[in-house]
T-cell receptor
Framework: EAQVTQNPRYLITVTGKKLTVTCSQN?????MSWYRQDPGLGLRQIYY???????DKGDVPEGYKVSRKEKRNFPLILESPSPNQTSLYFCASRIRGLAGGQETQYFGPGTRLLVL | KQEVTQIPAALSVPEGENLVLNCSFTDSAIYNLQWFRQDPGKGLTSLLL?????REQTSGRLNASLDKSSGRSTLYIAASQPGDSATYLCAVLGPSYDKVIFGPGTSLSVIP
């Protein structure tokens, strides 16, 4: 089954304790992305990756890191989490495509993070 | 900078009604526009994707249209059902072909 998986699904942590949220896709997609969703602010893009070893900042990258060492995995790293990073996080993937704009995004189930 | 808005923010309709959700974007240089559905506490499910060269897409009771020149897309839901209750989000890809900008969503409630 084609899917994007995220782990953990729920996480409670304390300020400053480094954490990693994993994301994996089994569709051989080149493009992967992380979003956060907050009430009143909607979904905002944190980082994206066009392919292995290629990453770039989205609209709200501060306080986050990513890496893309393998095509299927795109972990989100919070080196020193703060309470304002409490949010619902989504990972997504799609084929990169060359033209035509046919690239449907597939989303993971989300990770709900609470930073105390 | 691309901005995406959705009207209305919330909508409540009786079962069986046809309804229209609206999505507007400020930069017409997009590659595609995608409509998603999100159920409470769940992830996003893709409903329809319209390429920039297309005018509309249909899937079952759903029809999405795109007017790039005016920066608008509509999602038409025919014969609404209680199971259609969810938040509907539109998202545009572009103009740089890598960033995705989401609208804030329309919360739909279909009353039996």
């Amino acid at each position: 089954e084609a899917q994007v998986t995220q782990n953990p699904r729920y996480l409670i942590t304390v300020t400053g304790k480094k954490l990693t949220v994993t994301c994996s896709q089994n569709m051989n997609h080149e493009y992967m992305s992380w979003y956060r969703q907050d009430p009143g602010l909607g979904l905002r893009q944190i980082y994206y990756s066009m392919n292995v070893e290629v990453t770039d900042k989205g609209d709200v990258p501060e306080g986050y890191k990513v890496s893309r060492k393998e095509k299927r995995n795109f972990p989100l790293i919070l080196e020193s989490p703060s309470p304002n990073q409490t949010s619902l996080y989504f990972c997504a993937s799609r084929i990169r495509g060359l033209a035509g704009g046919q690239e449907t995004q597939y989303f993971g189930p989300g990770t709900r993070l609470l930073v105390l | 900078k691309q901005e995406v808005t959705q009207i209305p923010a919330a909508l409540s309709v009786p079962e069986g009604e046809n309804l229209v959700l609206n999505c507007s974007f400020t930069d017409s240089a997009i590659y595609n526009l995608q409509w998603f559905r999100q159920d409470p506490g769940k992830g996003l499910t893709s409903l329809l994707l319209i390429q920039s060269s297309q005018r509309e897409q249909t899937s079952g009771r759903l029809n999405a249209s795109l007017d790039k020149s005016s920066g608008r897309s509509t999602l038409y839901i025919a014969a609404s059902q209680p199971g259609d209750s969810a938040t509907y989000l539109c998202a545009v890809l572009g103009p740089s072909y890598d960033k995705v900008i989401f609208g804030p969503g329309t919360s739909l409630s279909v009353i039996p």
